[in-house]
């Protein structure tokens, strides 16, 4: 079945992550209400969630209101959400398919489906990169998708509960959680649990001290991404915070009672968390000749452009080289958010007989945030060059950002009502969902 409109230029959205939900936004407002194009959003959930949230998601301190309905979306804003996974693309007949839906109970909801499109973007974004090491698939939780970070929190408070409710605490042996990867994902969940933990006490619960936090890391430091000087003060603040940093410890292999190290180390572990390295999607590197790099990223130009003409990527599954470093621009919600500014311009251009614009990435720097504790990071800019900052002022940096795309895709009027609305119902709910 191929579902679209006849006659209008199609612009066809797969992803709808920070990238894909901010570029069918602004689309819609300008070219869906005035009828000059067709919008249509495609994704396999349908909830957003900004991805650097979704650590509090597997915590369950993130408020349900952070989440945006796609369907209400694509009302508000002249462009049509469609829910499903891309499986297969069709260049020559420039159509996608989609694969069927079905719920818990293996019924088809949704039939496999056929789009038709005269502009595709790419906009899937990233999967966690296993490296192929023994065990990971298996014995490890991921947090790469919103149903993937509420597994994880409904297995953390059920283990909670399984291993503390109505037994002595004195006979009681502490959970233990091991992250494995010291970046940025890593970092903010182990803080987030430590949070939670106190919480859960509060309603109940074991004291903090009977939960094992351990994060192991290949390299010899975390948060390659910060300064030398920044990364020690996050690795001070972990430490005081109990969580038992193995750095310089390579990952050989994951069992169900833990974790085995290249120096024959084995960490036991209750809950296993793999957040070591992404990479695109595997269905990704068969698209139709479509060009990809070892991790399965779509290789664009200066234009976001993949080898087709009719074809654009961005986000994190794609791989556009940053000139003047050695790599490509790094896989972060600043970058997406430039890169769908850019490919609004350049669709908009599109239409009209224009040319493409030029995607020039701009790193501002980088920030992580250890929930009540503490943020840290660095800012970059021409005047200043790079500043170090930390405390209240990085946090208030690190929400500014949230709230940039927050106004993306809802406008500053709308952001003002949802974070006032978010202020009066952390004050009269739990601080985390236990459910």
Known sequence: MVDTEAGKHKIVVVGGGAAGLELATA??????????????????TTTHIWKPLLHEVAAGTLDESEQVEYLAQAHRNHFRFRLGKMEALNRAEKQIYVSPTFNDKGEELIPRRIFKYDTLVMSVGSVSNTFNIKGVAENCLFLDTTSQAFKFQKQLFESYLKSYIGKDSSLVKPLSIAIVGAGATGVEL??????????????????????????????????????????????????????????????????????????????????????????????????????TNHINQLIVDSTLKTNDNDI?????????????????????????????????????????????????YYDYGSLVSLGKYTTVGNLMGNLMGTVSIGGFIAKIVYLSLYKMHQVAIHGYFRTAMLTLSNLFRRSAYIKIKMH
């Open 312 to 360: 654009f990527a961005m986000g994190d599954c794609a791989a556009c080289a940053w000139p003047g470093h050695n790599g490509n621009v790094p896989p972060r919600a600043q970058a997406a958010h430039q890169q769908a500014t850019v490919l609004y311009k350049t669709l908009i251009n599109r239409l009209r007989g224009g040319k493409p614009a030029e995607f020039v």
């Open 27 to 44: 689309l819609g407002k300008k070219l869906g209400k005035q009828g000059l194009a067709e919008i249509i959003l495609i994704d396999a």
């Open 190 to 291: 182990a803080a987030q649990l430590h949070e939670v933990t106190g919480v859960l006490a509060i309603y109940g619960l074991q004291e903090t001290s009977t939960v094992k936090l351990s994060i192991v890391e290949a390299a010899p430091k975390l948060l390659p991404a910060l300064p030398d000087k920044l990364a020690y003060a996050t690795q001070q603040q972990l430490v005081k915070l109990g969580v038992d940093l193995k750095l310089g410890r390579r990952v050989t292999e994951i069992t169900r009672e833990g974790i085995s190290t290249h120096d024959g180390e084995f960490i036991e572990a209750d809950i296993k968390v793999w957040a070591a390295g992404i990479k695109a999607p595997d269905w990704v590197k068969n698209l139709d000749g479509l060009e």
